[in-house]
């Protein structure tokens, strides 16, 4: 069932959808990632539906969806990830307030992206609730943004691919996207949290590795 907020929502993307195509998903995306104000789950599968499935377009055209919506992913996050990094944590506190995002769930983001570093980033864009907030500690330690922008276009296009997907195959029941994603948000938050440590390990044990040998000359 389609709460009040998603059939908003819903009347305004088939408005975006029908006038400007694929660049429509790509605005909408760089409005979710930016203030997370839009469930992508919604959006993508959405798009997935109307604008692929409905049209008997091939499964194919589901990696050139994704594209789209991965440009407009690193759009909406550069935006949110200069705007830490130029104004600092008092423009983040500011935008907190206005998007009523919690601080203490920025602050837990910060924590774990301070842990794993730029794998987070990767991890991060796929996780629910969390992978619009990336952006920020990425921004607030300064973080490259040639590194920060392929980090987040690589996790993104994954994420977009796999739900434009999952409404092309879904149909009309596109929608029971929403309820999946919130059943299944506690397990893949574990799952990254595994493979985030994993790759510190890895990290460490590399660095261990690449140690140098003191040759004593005669």
């Known amino acids: 069932m389609i709460d009040q907020l998603e059939t908003t929502i819903l ?6 959808y029908e006038e400007l195509g694929w660049l429509g998903v790509t605005l909408v995306m760089v409005i979710e990632n930016a203030t997370g104000l839009t469930p ?8 997935g539906w109307m604008l692929i499935e409905a049209h008997n377009l091939p499964f194919s055209t589901v990696f050139l969806g994704g594209l789209f919506a991965a440009i407009g992913s690193v759009i ?3 935006l ?3 705007a830490a ?3 600092g944590r008092p423009v983040v506190q500011r935008a907190a307030k206005i998007f009523r995002i919690d601080t203490r769930h920025i602050q837990r983001v910060e924590g774990m992206a301070e842990k794993y570093g730029v794998g987070f980033i990767f991890f991060g864009r796929l996780l629910p609730g969390i992978r619009t907030l990336v952006a920020i500690p990425a921004g607030l330690t300064g973080l490259s943004y040639p590194v920060f922008a392929a980090a987040t276009f690589i996790g ?3 994420w977009c691919t796999i739900f434009i997907g999952a409404g092309y195959f879904l149909g009309h029941e596109w929608h029971i996207l929403s309820g999946i994603v919130k059943q299944a948000a506690p397990y893949a938050l ?3 949290v595994l493979a985030g440590t994993g790759f ?4 460490l044990w590399m660095k261990k590795k690449a140690v140098p040998v003191k040759i004593e000359m005669d």
């Open 76 to 78: 909406g996050a550069s």
């Open 11 to 16: 009347n305004a993307l088939q408005f975006i």
């Open 156 to 158: 993104s296009y994954i």
């Open 190 to 192: 574990a799952t990254a």
């Open 200 to 203: 510190l390990i890895w990290q």
């Open 80 to 82: 949110m990830y200069w």
């Open 85 to 87: 990094r130029l104004g």
């Open 40 to 47: 992508s789950e919604v959006v993508l599968g959405f798009a």
